[in-house]
């Protein structure tokens, strides 16, 4: 079965330009987490949607970062007027189940985004 | 607010040599635990996990035990591989919302 996919892989952006990533979760699954994580570090929470409902934001650095599930499965991360302190890896996962004993998150490989 | 902090990388250990990352957390109540690797390339993948105070996670000759009186969750392996060189991260589950990572250790193995 598919795991948690994002695209794209790699995106080099201009600063000042507006990009968009994607995360497709594994099917099914309810709960889906985007994370920000710079170089040697941890990754960082950014967002969390149940289903389309975004219950967290707490994490987006700025009213620049916007996230979106509108159908309750692919996710797009938006970054508007890209800096360069927004170059990252930027981390999407997604969960079964919201809470429990069973509980896991299961990680896409990431968007790495360099802003010049 | 919670937070998880792990020991200092690099770590450079040769084959067969015993492993400890030490990893202590706080939070309020009674987080879950877990432990991801991040293989070079590859995207974090759940290595182990525990639930409880005084559960015990193991998977592929790793373990850590979830231990609340010290609020910590040490990874450790008893004989270390090549293939085992990876960045390892500590994390909490903040009651099925956001995961709080540790920092990383980077470890490598040499044979």
């Known amino acids: 079965g598919a795991g948690v996919s994002q695209s794209p892989r790699y995106k080099v952006a201009k600063r000042g330009q507006d990009v968009a990533l994607r995360c497709d979760p594994i099917?099914?699954?309810?709960?889906l987490f985007w994370y920000q994580q710079a170089l040697g570090q941890g990754p960082e929470f950014l967002t969390y949607?149940?289903?389309?409902?975004?219950?967290?934001k707490s994490g987006l650095p700025s009213d620049r970062f916007f996230a979106e599930r509108p159908e309750g499965s692919v996710s797009t991360l938006k970054i508007q007027r890209t800096q360069q302190e927004d170059s990252a890896v930027y981390l999407c996962?997604?969960?079964?189940?919201?809470?429990?004993?069973?509980?896991?998150?299961?990680f896409g490989p990431g968007t790495r985004l360099t802003v010049l | 607010g919670d937070s998880v902090t792990q020991m200092e990388g690099p770590v450079t250990l040769s084959e067969e040599a015993f492993l400890t990352i030490n990893c202590t957390y706080t939070a309020t109540g009674y987080p879950s635990l877990f432990w991801y690797v991040q293989y070079p390339g590859e995207g974090l993948q759940l290595l182990l996990k525990a639930t409880k105070a005084d559960d015990k996670g193991s998977n592929k000759g790793f373990e850590a035990t979830y231990r609340k009186e010290t609020t910590s969750f040490h990874l450790e392996k008893g004989s270390v591989q090549v293939s085992d060189s990876a960045v390892y991260f500590c994390?909490?589950?903040?009651?099925?919302?956001?995961?709080?990572f540790g920092p990383g250790t980077r470890l490598s193995v040499l044979p």
């Open positions: 099917s099914g699954h309810v709960s």
């Open positions: 996962a997604s969960s079964l189940v919201v809470s429990g004993p069973n509980y896991e998150q299961f």
């Open positions: 949607f149940q289903n389309e409902a975004q219950l967290d």
């Open positions: 994390a909490l589950d903040n009651y099925g919302q956001n995961f709080v």
